[in-house]
């Protein structure tokens, strides 16, 4: 067995794939997870045994519940640290993880780092888009499956992308159907995109699985049809929401679902590197989104180019079903319209400080990305731009990568706030493995029954 540990952060399927790869390939594994369970977005764990739900297709389960049984049977090579959240790591094998529930900082050596840190969601800002009762697809979705409820009252789904119809249909099925699914694209518009889902028969049978929920629970589904503003009325959400040909409805709802696709997510990421002495990875939908399977496969991946990087051996070329969920992807993409975007008005675009899109105009042309960081606080909150740096772009030019600083310094430490306290605190970790059990999933977390 090799001495050193690799450092796996994330316990999505990305991340349990790698570990457990790495670990049957006889290296040793920390595997580091900011919550209390793996699972991931997918895979997000209900609050108590009590709560079962089946939100997603059952090959997801199956996939999970294999990945599970490879996880136990290499016991004793996978250390998992929960509620640790990763903070950074130098070129070196140097890296900082905080322990949540201590309350410090571990400072750890690691052989690699293979970064599975997941998917951000993407919101197109409109004006209310932070009144309360306004939430993503993702904290829907977190809400239905860590609690098998959603708030009462009226809710419409708005958005793009095949996660507002998944959340439409998984509302339905937990008692709170939608008032209306309202979807920016027009999907019947791209006929040969809808016929690349047959290439793909889970993906294809999920579908057909929510779009026969949203039939039978007559949810009506407008298409090319975008949101305009949503306003406060007393304790009621107001959403105007406008069609392609112009027409205007309205919407008095308790709540609004807001979703415009995923995102990958590199911001702060230590850089890739293929160096035999440290290399770095990144893998699953941080990297590219390809969705839940191709995780477990992008995961498996990076672990098999990690190992060969360490060995000095030739690099393994990625497997066919990757290049086939990317071909997927993008037929999604174009029956979605996820690419398309327009901002009206004058909305927010940073929630973190509260700075509109006037705010960022008044900048002026011509500032640079670190003026717009520095005066105009735009990507300097504690999101660190995550959910304002493709607006931005879009009305500056500034790059993504520009405004989270990377043309000035390598990496961004620390990834997510960390107080000063755990710090100061900073305890070197020890990577004994026989001493902890992993902890699997509690029996629930894998059931198909609803
Ligand atoms: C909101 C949302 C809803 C989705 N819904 C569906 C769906 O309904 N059906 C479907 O097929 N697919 C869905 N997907 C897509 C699917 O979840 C992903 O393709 C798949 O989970 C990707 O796996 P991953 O391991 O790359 O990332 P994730 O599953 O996102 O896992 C990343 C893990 O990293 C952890 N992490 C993040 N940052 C840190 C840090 N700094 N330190 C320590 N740990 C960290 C997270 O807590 C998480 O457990 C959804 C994705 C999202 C984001």
């Known amino acids: 067995m090799c001495d050193a540990p690799v450092l796996v952060i994330g316990g999505g399927p990305a991340g349990v794939a790698a570990a457990v790869s790495l670990a049957e390939s006889d290296h040793r594994v920390v595997l580091v997870e900011q919550r209390d369970r793996l699972g991931g977005a997918i895979h997000r764990q209900p609050a108590n045994r009590d709560i079962v739900h089946s939100l997603h297709g059952r090959h997801h389960t199956r996939n999970w519940r294999a990945l599970n049984e490879r996880l136990s049977a290499v016991q004793g090579k996978i250390r998992i640290l929960y509620n640790s959240v990763f903070l950074g790591a130098d070129d070196t094998g140097h890296a900082l993880i905080e322990d949540r529930a201590l309350g410090r900082t571990l400072s750890a050596k690691a052989a690699g780092l293979l970064v599975a840190v997941g998917a951000i969601e993407h919101i197109e800002p409109f004006e209310g ?47 709170a159907p939608p008032v209306a699914l309202v979807e920016r694209g027009t999907p019947w518009r791209a006929p040969g995109a809808a016929f690349r889902l047959l290439a793909s028969r889970s993906t294809f049978a999920e579908t057909m699985r929510y779009g026969s ?90 672990a098999r180019k990690l190992v060969a990087l ?126 902890e059990p992993i902890l699997l999933q509690p029996a629930n977390a894998v059931s198909s029954k609803r």
């Open 213 to 302: 929920i949203i039939l039978r629970k007559r949810i009506p589904y407008k298409t090319g049809t975008g949101i305009v503003r949503a306003e406060a009325s007393g304790s009621v959400l107001l959403v105007e929401v406008t069609s392609d040909t112009g027409r205007i409805a309205r919407y008095e709802v308790d709540n609004l679902v807001i979703s415009n696709g995923l995102r990958s997510n590199q911001i702060g990421l230590p850089r890739t590197s293929e160096s035999s002495v440290y290399p770095i990875l990144h893998a699953g939908d941080c990297r590219e989104i390809l969705g839940a399977d191709a995780a477990i496969e992008d995961g498996a991946f990076a």
């Open 310 to 435: 360490l060995k000095g051996a030739p690099t393994p070329s990625p497997s066919h079903e990757l290049e086939k969920a990317r071909k997927l992807q993008a037929a999604l993409r174009k029956l979605t319209s996820l690419d398309h975007s327009e901002l009206v008005g004058d909305p927010i675009i940073c929630r973190c400080e509260g700075m509109k899109r006037s705010d960022l105009l008044k900048l002026g042309n011509g500032r640079s990305a670190f003026e717009t960081r520095l005066v105009g606080r735009f990507g300097t909150g504690p999101c660190q731009g995550r959910f304002c740096r493709a607006s931005v772009n879009r009305i500056t030019g500034i790059s993504a990568e520009e405004l989270s600083g990377r043309n000035h310094q390598e990496q961004r430490w620390p990834l997510r706030p960390v107080s000063i306290a755990s710090l100061c605190s900073v305890t070197p970790f020890q990577t004994e493995f026989e001493q």
């Open 129 to 175: 888009w932070q009144l309360p009762g306004v939430m993503t697809a993702g904290g829907a979705q977190l809400m239905l499956k860590e609690t098998g409820r959603f708030v009462p009252g009226r809710t419409l789904v708005v958005g793009s992308g095949p996660l507002i119809f998944a959340v439409a249909a998984q509302l339905a099925s937990a008692g």
